[in-house]
């Protein structure tokens, strides 16, 4: 299996939770640290973004809105 498939339902909650902080008017270094998500898992998830590969990429697009 892909290690991205592994690390699916790890982002789901993880994203959900950076977003909700991202609503209450956290930055989103505050709300990753909030959430414990370190810079080097953003930039993974940011690649497979770029990527295309879903959900990540829809991440990042509802991330956009919050900055």
């Given at each position: 299996?892909?290690?991205?498939k592994?690390?699916?339902?790890?982002?789901?909650?993880?994203?959900?939770?950076?977003?909700?902080?991202?609503?209450?008017?956290?930055?989103?270094?505050?709300a990753?640290?909030?959430?414990?998500?370190?810079?080097?898992?953003?930039?993974?998830?940011?690649?497979?973004?770029?990527?295309?590969?879903?959900?990540?990429?829809?991440?990042?697009?509802?991330?956009?809105?919050?900055?």
């Amino acid at each position: 299996m892909d290690f991205y498939k592994q690390e699916l339902p790890r982002f789901m909650i993880l994203s959900r939770n950076i977003l909700k902080y991202l609503k209450e008017g956290k930055t989103l270094e505050e709300a990753c640290a909030k959430a414990g998500v370190v810079q080097n898992e953003l930039n993974i998830w940011k690649l497979w973004a770029d990527k295309g590969l879903q959900p990540y990429a829809d991440f990042f697009r509802e991330i956009q809105n919050y900055r």
